[in-house]
């Protein structure tokens, strides 16, 4: 019908869309289309990473010509991924390998669902550059009773095949002008996974300016990838790598992440990125802080692992 | 040919300039921050987009049952009009910063009035 928006298209067939303000504002209509370029009065106030993937606002969008619609949740591709590895990150983290075709969809930052042959799915985080390394990176923690972990301990080997899905999420590294700008990276335990991916495609892609990633654990033996990172660190002069944890045995500095952020925010608040990773109350809280310190709403990702 | 409120604010783009400002005044005021205590600040600032987008006369949907709704469990945690004070003069504040004259800021104040009771559930 002429002047009406996707959603009431939707909702006058019957199709139960989510949908909440109708003013462009809560986002519950989300939509995505990839057929062709979306207006950007349809994408008002959508992050970057989700504009580019095509997702727009379903209430605002008025197309003149017929528009193909993907449900988020559907559109994503879902395959079939070997694992190639297994192995031991720290006491609780293990790193998996899996190979699976298309890398180029599959990107750093962003998370995927895992479903194994029992049928049980879990979110984790895309940990490197599946499409330059050739393989797909996850960081998991093993948990004593969970569904999963217990599948990944007893049944999962190398060559065992699972489902993937996605991949899904707005936390990635993005900046089509190649513009200079500080970045601030802070996550606790695998909060690591997606910040580390976007740390190595930011290097990768020549970023200007200086990249601050701070890993925080409760006590040593939560720290992971250390070695790796404090190489990485040394390459790369822009790049600093700062691992603490709340309670020290010798080997980390003892720091809580909140105080931490607040020293390496630069001085250029205002054009600063800043990436947080981890569970919702600390991630949550660590938004809000450097947001009060100045760093601009539109430059604030998160990622919260439940 | 008169340009609307909205348009003479600056539309969307103030919206999302003002946004930042106003919601740092609001965490930063003692006297109404603790009701944003343990909230998402990405989701929060979608909130105060709309009521900004609302304020400076655009497009909006939002009924009174929608800020009535909105409020209601900040109205348990005292929400009062001394609150809905505080809210017209960071707007105010906000808008003063971004250049906008007194009668403007005026009409804004205005708008941001009529939607108390709603705010307030009377």
Avoid at chain 2, 22 to 43: A, I, P
Wanted: aromatic share 8%; net charge negative; glycine share 6%.
């Amino acid at each position: 019908m002429e002047d009406e928006s996707v959603l009431d298209c939707l909702l006058r067939n019957k199709v139960d869309y989510p949908n909440a303000c109708r003013s462009g504002v809560c986002q519950a209509c989300l939509i995505k289309n990839t057929d062709r370029p979306i207006e950007s009065k349809w994408q008002e106030g959508l992050p970057e990473t989700l504009k580019s993937q095509g997702y727009f606002l379903a209430c605002q969008a008025k197309p003149t010509s017929p528009l193909y619609l993907k449900d988020p949740d559907a559109a994503e591709c879902e395959q079939e991924a070997v694992i190639t590895e297994l192995s031991p990150l720290n006491h609780n983290v293990i790193r998996i390998k899996l190979l699976t075709e298309n890398l180029e969809n599959w990107i750093p930052g962003q998370y995927l669902n895992l479903m194994n042959s029992n049928g049980a799915s879990r979110s984790y985080s895309i940990a490197n550059i599946p499409a330059k390394e050739g393989y797909i990176e996850l960081h998991i923690k093993l948990k004593a009773n969970g569904v999963m972990s217990h599948w990944l301990q007893k049944t999962a080997t190398v060559d065992t095949m699972v489902h993937i899905r996605g991949p899904f999420g707005k936390c990635y590294y993005i900046n089509p002008d190649h513009s200079s700008f500080d970045m601030l990276l802070v996550g606790t335990g695998t909060g690591l996974a997606p910040l580390l991916a976007i740390v190595k495609t930011a290097l990768s892609e020549q970023h200007q300016g200086k990249i601050t990633l701070i890993h925080g654990g409760c006590q040593d033996n939560d720290i992971y990838l250390n070695e790796e990172l404090q190489t990485l660190a040394s390459f790369y002069d822009h790049f600093e790598y700062v691992p603490c944890v709340l309670k020290t045995s010798g080997l980390y500095l003892e720091a809580n992440i909140f105080n931490e952020t607040l020293r390496y925010l630069s001085s250029n608040t205002h054009t600063m990125q800043v990436y947080v990773c981890g569970p919702k109350e600390t991630t949550d809280r660590l938004k809000t802080k450097v947001f009060l310190a100045g760093v601009s709403s539109t430059k604030i990702f998160s990622d919260v692992f439940f | 040919m008169s340009k609307s409120l909205f348009e003479r604010l600056g539309g969307q783009n103030a919206v999302n300039t003002a946004v930042d400002i106003f919601y740092r005044k609001m965490l930063t005021d003692d006297r109404v921050s603790h009701f944003f205590d343990d909230v998402d600040m990405e989701q929060q600032i979608q909130k105060q987009k709309g009521f900004l987008t609302l304020v400076f006369g655009g497009p909006n949907n939002y009924k009174g049952k929608d800020m009535r709704e909105g409020h209601r469990h900040l109205i348990k945690r005292g929400l009062n009009d001394t609150h809905v004070d505080i809210v017209i003069e960071h707007l105010g504040a906000t808008l003063q910063e971004l250049g906008a004259n007194q009668k403007d800021i005026q009409e804004v104040a205005a708008i941001a009035n009529s939607v108390r009771d709603d705010v307030l559930d009377r």
